[in-house]
């Protein structure tokens, strides 16, 4: 769990696995795995499903992501900075954040799109 609090990105688990490797004693992958399917079914952290591994963050401050279509890397989007723009998807849609108030929207990070 600290390692996730402590990290600025949405790690999957093989990202999780190599930096527990170099920073303590060797954890399975599938432990890795199961941890993080326990925290996220209480509600400690979340999954972002996308193109690629899934990824997971500790559930703080609401945010929306962003996912690049090809290589699955995903951004946090701080969730008072699009107030305006969820209420207008929502008006248009009808649809509205999921349960954890997160929007997810896809397109091609900076090294995908040259």
Do not use: K
């Amino acid at each position: 769990m600290a390692l996730f609090a402590a990290s600025a990105r949405h790690l999957s688990v093989a990202e999780a696995w190599e930096e527990l490797s170099r920073t303590g004693p060797a954890v399975h992958p599938t432990t890795i795995y199961r941890t993080l399917e326990t925290l996220t079914t209480v509600g400690l952290t979340h999954a972002v499903h996308g193109p690629g591994p899934t990824r997971y963050c500790v559930r703080g401050n609401p945010h929306h992501h962003v996912v690049c279509q090809d290589c699955g890397q995903v951004a946090a989007l701080p969730h008072e900075r699009l107030t305006g723009a969820v209420g207008s998807i929502e008006e248009l849609t009808r649809l509205r954040p999921d349960a954890s108030g997160s929007l997810m929207v896809y397109g091609r990070c900076a090294p995908c799109s040259t």
